[in-house]
């Protein structure tokens, strides 16, 4: 079945970096896209930027288009998300996802990882 | 950005209610639409895609409708286990969207 396992918790302090790891089985990696979402407590989620597993062609929200890269390697099926220059405001629940493709404009996100806690303090 | 707006931000019911939740678009998204819900401490689970699409498993007491900038998930008939937060989500452009959320809980 469909699986994808992310790395552990990290506690950062303010202006440091993050690196978060999605390691995706059951299922062809480069066929899909992986997403990463955030969602900040009592939130809704919010999305991030995504990359094709494939070609590695990246997408990015305008409003975290300086901080963040996601990567992935193929040889590994894992995909990555870092997250850098880090503030309190950043303190949230880090999800991968995969996004599976319906059609025209219709992408939904049908299976996601546990979810990573980041945590930014001094 | 589009930004996607919920009512209510929540609801109490009771099991056997039908339950209606509506979500706006700021502009239109055509049918590019999908409901999750999302339990404490869980990830988001898809129930919706495309407005009224079931994902595979999900049971058929969950159904969408909708088009342009106006949507809704109707529950027809409440379980215990629907109890949740639900969130509506854009795929019409970038960045995809969510709600700000519908939390279910028990009256």
């Known amino acids: 079945q469909v699986q994808l396992v992310q790395s552990g918790a990290e506690v950062k302090k303010p202006g440091a970096s993050v690196k978060v790891a999605c390691k995706a089985s059951g299922y062809t990696f480069t066929n899909y896209g992986i997403l990463w979402v955030r969602q900040a407590p009592g939130q809704g989620p919010e999305w991030m930027g995504w990359i094709s597993a494939g070609n590695g062609n990246t997408k990015y929200s305008q409003r975290f288009q300086d901080r963040v890269t996601i990567t992935r390697d193929t040889s590994a099926s894992t995909a990555y998300m870092e997250l850098s220059s880090l503030r309190s405001e950043d303190t949230a629940v880090y999800y991968c996802?995969?996004?599976?493709?319906?059609?025209?404009?219709?992408?939904?996100?049908?299976?996601w990882g546990q979810g990573t806690l980041v945590s930014v303090s001094s | 950005d589009i930004q996607m707006t919920q009512s209510p931000s929540s609801l109490s019911a009771s099991v056997g209610d039908r339950v209606t939740i509506t979500c706006r678009a700021s502009?239109?998204?055509?049918?590019?639409l999908n409901w999750y819900h999302q339990k404490p401490g869980k990830a988001p689970k898809v129930l919706i895609y495309a407005t009224s699409s079931l994902q595979s498993g999900v049971p058929s007491r969950f159904s969408g409708s909708g088009s342009g900038t106006d949507f809704t998930l109707t529950i027809s008939s409440l379980q215990p286990e629907d109890f949740a937060t639900y969130y509506c989500q854009q795929s019409y452009s970038t960045p995809y969207t969510f709600g700000p959320g519908t939390t279910v809980d028990i009256k």
């Open positions: 996802a995969r996004d599976f493709f319906c059609g025209g404009a219709c992408y939904y996100f049908d299976s």
């Open positions: 502009q239109n998204i055509n049918t590019y």
